[in-house]
Structures are given as C-alpha cells and as structure tokens.
C-alpha cells in the first residue's frame, strides 16, 4: 500500500529557532515529490523535487530528497509566527499521496 | 487570473440528501482531483481525471461520484451512501504528469 508518513506530527519552537520536517514515502509509482505550506484553508504550493541531492531553496526554507533512503526534509531557518502552519508532503505520479502533515507552532 | 474555484464555501445538507460541489479551473490543466480532508487526516484521495472523459478512484472513493464533462470541470457528488460525508473537500488540478498541483479554497461540507 502507498504511504507517506510524516514527522513530528506537531512541533512548536520559539521564533528564531531552526526546524527539520521530515517525510518519508512509499510510492509504487514515483515522479516527484511535494512540499505545501497550509495556514487556512487551501495548501500553497513550497517545492517539487524529482533529484536526488540537489538542495532547493526559496528565501529560509529549503528541502532536498533522497530517494535511495525514499526520504525529503523540509529545513525553515530563523523561524517566524508567520511559518505557523500545518506543512504537507505529497509523493508520486498521476496519483498523489499526501502524508498527516506536521503542524508547526511558532511562540513569539 | 488563472486559477481554480470551488462552490460553495459552506454547504448544509440533511441525512440522505446527495449533494454536488462545483471545481472549476481556468488553467487549461488535464488533470484535476478531489481530496477529503479530516482533521489529523490529511488529504486523502476521492477520485482524479486525467482526461475528459475519464477518471479514477481514489482511496476513499465509496460513496462519492465525480463526472469530467469538459476539461474546466470536475464536479463531486457525495452520495446518501457516504457514512460521514461532513468534511473539508479539496479541489486540485495539475498539468499531468508534472506535479505542483493548485489548489482550490475548499468546501465544507456539515451534514446535520
């Protein structure tokens, strides 16, 4: 059965704080793998990765996969309560997986 | 501006009632998918379409009905045969294959 799991489940930091999320998968058939940020209602899109090892970055946040171990991380550096949200994985093809998500809690 | 629509935001609906929600999308996109989301769930999948035409069950297809008429439009029915129809459902399309899915703003559904 296709799976993604993500961890922590929940996690809360203080702003300025470093986080890892993580995400792993089992995908019968895999392309890519995607990285949303949810605040309300509608995720919004953060990274696709297809590569092994290449880093993506996009300001603080950055992620890179690994598909020899089937495992993503998602790094926010110097954190701030605007990054409070539930973050999704997602991985496949046609059909799209979605991990629980992590919710990250941000204490000013 | 590009993007996808989903109506209603809220929706009400008595036990035993089907109910249909509206996605539109004016990306030109192929695919198009309907999630269910729970809380401490995640998204799950409905169904999805790749084609018009055509479409897929998902995970957690029971219950539900979509058609793909035109490529702008997926509507979702949720049937009196879903068990637990109150969620939050998820609209998205992509250009097939490629991932990076968009998203609608979502339908919650509340059946009293």
């Known amino acids: 059965e296709d799976k993604v799991v993500q961890s922590p489940l929940s996690l809360v930091v203080h702003e300025g704080d470093t986080v890892t999320l993580n995400c792993s998968y089992e995908?019968?058939?895999?392309?890519?793998l995607l990285w949303y940020k949810q605040e309300k209602k509608a995720p919004t899109f953060l990274f696709m990765l297809?590569?092994?090892?290449i880093e993506k970055k996009s300001g603080r946040l950055s992620s890179i996969l690994d598909k020899k171990e089937l495992f993503s991380i998602l790094n926010i550096t110097a954190t701030q309560t605007g990054d409070s949200a539930v973050y999704l994985c997602?991985?496949?093809?046609?059909?799209?997986?979605f991990g629980k998500g992590t919710r990250l809690h941000i204490l000013p | 501006d590009g993007g996808i629509t989903q109506s209603p935001k809220y929706l009400f609906r008595k036990e035993g009632q089907n109910v249909t929600l509206s996605c539109e999308q004016n990306l030109n996109h192929d695919a198009m998918y309907w999630y269910r989301q729970d809380p401490g769930q995640g998204l799950r999948l409905i169904y999805y379409?790749?084609?018009?035409?055509?479409?897929q069950k998902g995970d957690i297809a029971e219950g539900y009905s979509v058609s793909r008429e035109k490529k702008e439009s997926f509507p979702l029915t949720v049937t009196s045969a879903q068990k637990n129809p109150t969620a939050f459902y998820l609209c998205?399309?992509?250009?097939?294959?490629?991932?990076?899915?968009?998203f609608g703003s979502g339908t919650r559904l509340t059946v009293v």
């Open positions: 297809t590569s092994s090892g």
């Open positions: 379409s790749q084609i018009v035409n055509d479409f």
């Open positions: 995908v019968t058939n895999f392309r890519s």
């Open positions: 998205a399309s992509s250009i097939a294959q490629m991932g990076g899915y968009t």
């Open positions: 997602a991985g496949g093809d046609d059909k799209i997986i």
